[in-house]
């Protein structure tokens, strides 16, 4: 008799884990179900805000694989079947039909749990009303296109993360007038607040009211329930809808119920195959993988919780190729992500000044103005890196870059290099490609590395 692979979730994560799962062992050795409690697979939540601008044409081109090519393929894809509890006693998922209500049990002898991220709502009244949306989900991208009209002025995003922003773009190039409410000091609380700062100042250029150190009270409606403003506790402002963008958290309400192992994130803890794993026999044969797990950080030798697609489609092909029975690992990340609000570019990798804080480095900093191509070449524009060095060792720590043309791709070099433990003098001595068109003689990268040695000597 055939195993049965279960796996939890047919986003990103889960559905790599059971392709490569499938792959590898024919369905006479392993059949593969594949809940899901939505309508779709393998889909692209980070390219919702691009549809929703009017970027993208349509959600046909965010979906990767649908559920039918997954089912060509030889998965057994349940759409609208959410889990409801794992026995890990009996080896069984407790199921419930979302449209009927219908419940059932699955065994299994192998489970991949890849349940993703829960979207945050601020708890304060009224954030339920008519008009507030979130955008984790294609029909949650649907229902915001849906709500769009020509007679709708105002906007209003709360949260100024990654989310926040691109939605700030989005609802600016369907021609809303929009305001960001963040509770931070800076919009972009991955960034330092010198460089959000930079952020805060060409979004305001660019149109956009942003109002830091916002204590979001309530949403209020009006006569007729739907939203109508969003008051601080400054100031009410005018709404015709309210989007937010106020971040994630793991889902692991299954994992936790069933005493699986959790971190000081609040992630799923797996070893570096994806074996979730605490100590009890009964977690053989359990896998976690995506936006649900926390993930070891190479720089500070921490675990964190990075909800990212990059991540989750790594994991769960990790998780999948060792189901099917070979060998391989997910190390860990050093906490790369790009962005962009409109033709701002923004980057980070690495640590943050309150990150080496906490895990007890003692570090210079530097920050540089640069140019994405040589000065003297047309199309020239400014950028500013930002980078954190150990001071005794000279180990690279963390870079920053907020700039235009091109500019947040320059954080792979120092992904790269932060991987690779570089000190920023073996930074400073990359050959790194350099023609007027491209770069600078001096590529930015470089200048803020060589800015960094000087600040170390002078240490």
């Known amino acids: 008799m055939a195993e049965r692979l279960v796996v939890i979730g047919g986003d990103a994560a889960g559905a790599s884990a059971a392709s490569q799962a499938r792959q590898r062992r024919g369905p006479d050795d392993l059949e593969v179900v594949v809940l899901e409690r939505g309508r779709h697979t393998s889909y692209s939540a980070c390219g919702v805000p ?4 009017g970027l993208i044409d349509g959600a046909d081109a965010l979906v990767a694989r649908t559920p039918e090519v997954h089912r060509e393929r030889g998965l057994d894809v349940r759409l609208g079947t959410e889990a409801e509890g794992i026995d890990l006693d009996r080896r069984e998922v407790a199921v419930r039909d979302v449209h009927t209500g219908a419940t059932d049990r699955i065994g299994f002898d192998q489970l991949v749990i890849a349940t993703g991220a829960t979207p945050v709502r601020p708890p304060v009244p009224g954030i339920d009303a ?9 029909d949650d991208g649907q229902a915001l296109i849906d709500a769009l009209d020509p007679a709708l002025t105002h906007a209003v995003v709360i949260g100024g993360g990654y989310i926040g922003i691109e939605m700030a773009e989005a609802m600016k190039l369907r ?4 305001t960001v409410l963040d509770r931070g000091a800076q919009p972009m609380s991955t960034l330092d607040p010198d460089m959000g700062v930079l952020v805060h100042r060409q979004m305001e250029e660019m149109g956009i009211n942003v109002v830091t150190r916002a204590d979001v009270q309530a949403v209020e409606a009006g006569p007729d329930g739907r939203v109508r403003a969003v008051a601080t506790a400054d100031r009410s402002y005018p709404a015709d809808l309210v989007v937010l963008g106020t971040g994630v958290r793991p889902a692991t309400a299954l994992a936790r119920d069933a005493g699986l192992p959790l971190g000081d994130s609040g992630g799923i803890r797996t070893d570096l195959r994806m074996r979730v794993w605490g100590g009890d ?3 053989a044969g359990i896998w976690a993988a995506g936006d649900c797990v926390e993930v070891l950080d ?3 030798g921490r675990f964190r919780h990075i909800p990212l697609g990059t991540h989750a489609n790594k994991q769960g092909r990790v998780a999948g190729m060792n189901i099917g029975g070979e060998y391989a690992t997910f190390p860990g990340v050093v906490g790369t992500a790009v962005s ?5 570019e923004i980057a980070r990798t690495g640590l943050r000044e309150h990150d080496a804080d906490a895990a007890g480095f003692s570090y210079v900093t530097a920050v540089i103005e640069s140019t994405g191509r040589a000065g003297y070449y047309p199309g020239a524009q400014r950028m500013t890196v930002k980078m954190i060095a150990e001071r005794v060792s000279g180990r690279l720590l963390g870079v920053q870059i907020v700039g235009r043309d091109g500019a947040a791709k320059r954080i792979d070099v120092a992904a790269v290099a932060l991987t690779a433990r570089m000190t920023v003098e073996d930074v400073t001595a990359l050959d790194l490609g350099y023609a007027p068109p491209f770069s600078p003689v001096w590529d930015p990268i470089l200048v803020a590395a060589r800015k960094a040695g000087q600040r170390l000597a002078g240490a």
């Open 340 to 344: 962009k609000v409109c033709e701002l």
């Open 175 to 178: 021609g809303l007038d929009v």
């Open 298 to 300: 190479l720089v500070s």
């Open 281 to 283: 026999p009964r977690h």
């Open 130 to 138: 008519p008009g507030v949306y979130g955008v984790q989900t294609l």
């Open 50 to 53: 691009y549809w929703v601008g």
